[in-house]
């Protein structure tokens, strides 16, 4: 079993979605980003989405690339990532990264996946990458037995549902909204209808993001996805020192009873 | 006006939009339905009697093709006294090349029943070509554009407005073109629905590269004709600026076929190559993914995109559209960098020996020019195409040359 399928696994024997948590390497620092993501571990994120800093991040709203920016004038290298997720591992929990595709061009496709893998990371994230262009990055991660995201939106045909889900090991990463991201009031009414199509495609877990930033709508989302995925919130979380206890309420959120659509 | 200019050509990419190891899609899922739509439209509208007559008549009686070729016999006498011409795209409404590729795609937007635009722009002019375009098509146009462009050059933030469209000046990262394209492209994720995002260069994920290209390609097929009446040959070289590389690909792909014909593209070299300072992208830049597709790009070596110089706002962008890499690697194109002193000196050329007062970017193809003049000799003859008129650098060159009032 993958590493990332134990997660959904462990979490639906308990009738329950898993929390995802996102935050930058880097961010506010090398070293606070560990003691965060150490916080969140510890608070109750089943997995935690470690992102890496880019200069150009096209998918992210105005909170993300604010943090990506102070991590990167921090002085954040690459090479700082695999640190991060491996102090991830050693406080026992489990972490992917969240990548744009140019880093690990640059650093090279086979030698990141194989530094991930070898620092104790379970998978990436590609939100940049779709299958069609995934060659060398399929043949990389299959050989350093990393799993690997792609993403699904609601602008998705069924035919690259299909292709998303017959790339992807782990779980599929559905963007419950057009847009980029960023916390919101309201959860997307796109993303139950997505999420129905998508599992007319395939069994395999389905973590649905861009947008929660409570329990409350963790507890929407967790009434039909497999993993609520929560990003900008923790990012602002960091800024107003509130890490463990929006933890604590997305983990509430994703164990309240499913109510009946 | 040849009809066959939107034609398919040997030279395409492949269905991906792979030119050789170039190009392709790296971008978000969410985009791609929009960028698929867009490439099954233009599939069919290159070849529609309908869509070129229309197009044609547009470039004709709104845009004011075909564009003249003016020889230079003074300029070229600084350039090794080899015959020079210059391609006028700065006598196109809206003073450059970039309406070509604009009334193409606002054609295509109508097609596919949108109703609102978005561009980026760098120097301004696609971005007052995007506004005029959305004007005269009943279209919602918003144009992102860097805080540092939108001071460099505020005349044309001016005439956006005035034309009706909405200006947003990009406050993240380097505050230029590239910044304008990311922040383009979050509002398109968001909107996709009913906006088109009009992008201004021969760049991006596939259809793009394509489509831009094949808008400007009226710029080499006039011109292949016009230098055989005048000069009676073709020439030795065609000199175009390259910053994402419409102006260039489109006056390049007329002479294509002709080996016995250079291609030469300039890039901005800024304070020089051997600086940090530069957006020579071709020239010093590595292979990356930007923007939607795979060229070259300047960065460091964590793959973080490096913020690009120029003293042309159109110019400043460190990344460059893939079939130019393609061309670098196959040999059959060649890019030079040429610095802003050398682009600003070619500009105050040309406006006192010839009276054409060059866009800022065309002067980099100028001061290429200058230099392969020099190589050829008298014999040489040298196609440059003069993508746009300079009333918008005013600014630029006040400060450069000390050109204000005394004080
Ligand atoms: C007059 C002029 N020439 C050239 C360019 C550079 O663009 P491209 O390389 O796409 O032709 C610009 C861009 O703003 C421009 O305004």
């Known amino acids: ?261 | 006006m040849s009809r066959g200019q939107l034609a398919p050509t040997p030279h395409d990419p492949d269905e991906g939009g792979h030119f050789g190891r170039w190009g392709g899609r790296f971008m978000p899922e969410a985009l791609i339905g929009a960028v698929d739509e867009l490439a099954a439209f233009y599939e069919k509208a290159r070849v529609d009697p309908e869509f070129l007559d229309e197009f044609a008549r547009l470039l004709r009686d709104f845009a004011g093709r075909p564009s003249l070729l003016t020889e230079a016999p003074k300029f070229g006498a600084h350039a090794g006294g080899a015959r020079v011409f210059l391609k006028r795209e700065d006598l196109n409404h809206t003073g450059s090349h970039k309406i070509n590729n604009v009334l193409g795609q606002a054609l295509l937007t109508k097609r596919m029943g949108k109703k609102r635009v978005i561009a980026e722009t760098g120097a301004g002019q696609h971005g007052v070509a995007t506004a005029t375009a959305c004007a005269l098509m009943g279209l919602d146009c918003v144009v992102y554009m860097g805080e540092v462009d939108t001071e460099r050059q505020s005349l044309n933030v001016a005439r956006m407005r005035l034309l009706g469209a909405q200006v947003i000046p990009v406050k993240t990262g380097s505050r230029t073109l590239k910044d304008a394209i990311n922040e383009a492209l979050r509002d398109w994720v968001a909107n996709v629905d009913d906006t088109h995002y009009l992008l201004g260069t021969a760049a991006g994920p596939h259809p793009f590269p394509v489509l831009v290209r094949d808008f400007h390609r009226i710029i080499g097929v006039e011109a292949r004709q016009q230098i055989l009446e005048k000069a009676g040959r073709l020439p030795d070289v065609v000199a175009a600026c390259v910053g994402g590389g419409s102006n260039a690909i489109g006056i390049f792909h007329g002479f294509i076929d002709d080996p016995s014909v250079r291609l030469v593209g300039l890039e901005p070299g800024g304070d020089g190559i051997d600086t940090a300072r530069h957006g020579a992208t071709l020239t010093a830049g590595t292979p990356g993914s930007l923007h939607g597709a795979m060229s070259y790009v300047l960065q460091d070596e964590d793959g973080q995109i490096a913020e690009a110089h120029s003293i042309s706002a159109g110019l400043d962008y460190p990344g460059v559209g893939p079939e130019h890499a393609h061309l670098k690697d196959i040999g059959r194109a060649e890019y030079r960098p040429v610095t802003d002193a050398q682009a600003m000196d070619a500009f105050a050329l040309l406006s006192r020996e010839e009276g054409i007062i060059p866009a800022v970017e065309s002067a980099h193809a100028l001061a290429g020019a200058l230099v392969l003049g020099r190589e050829l000799g008298p014999e040489g003859l040298i196609l440059v195409n003069l993508s746009g008129r300079g009333d918008k650098d005013m600014d630029t060159a006040i400060k450069w040359f000390g050109l204000g009032v005394e004080s």
């Not at chain 1, 604010?66 to 026992?92: I, K, T």
């Not at chain 1, 709508?217 to 509130?242: K, N, Y």
Request: net charge negative; charged share 20%.
């Open chain 1, 1 to 261: 079993m993958s590493g990332l399928a134990s997660v959904f696994s462990t979490c639906r024997a308990e009738s329950r979605a898993a929390l995802i948590g996102y935050l930058p390497a880097g961010y506010p620092s090398v070293e606070g980003s560990k003691d965060v993501l150490k916080t969140m571990v510890s608070a109750g994120c089943d997995l935690v989405e470690v992102g890496l800093p880019f200069s150009d991040p096209v998918m992210d709203g105005v909170t993300i690339q604010r943090a990506a920016e102070q991590a990167l004038r921090g002085g954040f290298r690459v090479r700082d990532l695999f640190g991060v997720v491996e102090s991830v591992a050693a406080a026992g929990g489990r972490a992917v990264v969240m990548t744009y595709w140019n880093p690990v061009l640059a650093y090279g496709v086979d030698r990141f996946a194989r530094d991930l893998a070898a620092a104790g990371g379970l998978g990436v994230i590609t939100p940049d990458l779709v299958p069609d262009e995934g060659a060398e990055w399929i043949g990389a991660t299959d050989a350093h037995d990393l799993d690997r995201i792609f993403l699904v939106a609601p602008s998705s045909s069924g035919e690259r549902i299909d292709l998303a889900a017959k790339s992807s090991r782990g779980f599929l990463y559905a963007t419950s909204v057009m847009g980029v991201t960023g916390a919101r009031d309201v959860v997307s009414s796109a993303a139950p209808a997505l999420v129905k199509r998508v599992r007319e495609h395939t069994d395999m877990p389905i973590g649905v993001g861009l947008g929660v930033r409570n329990g409350a709508q963790a507890a929407e989302l967790a009434a039909f996805a497999d993993g609520v995925i929560v990003g900008s919130a923790f990012v602002s979380a960091v800024q107003d020192d509130t890490v463990a206890a929006l933890t604590e309420d997305l983990a509430t959120g994703v164990r309240q009873v499913a109510t009946p659509a």
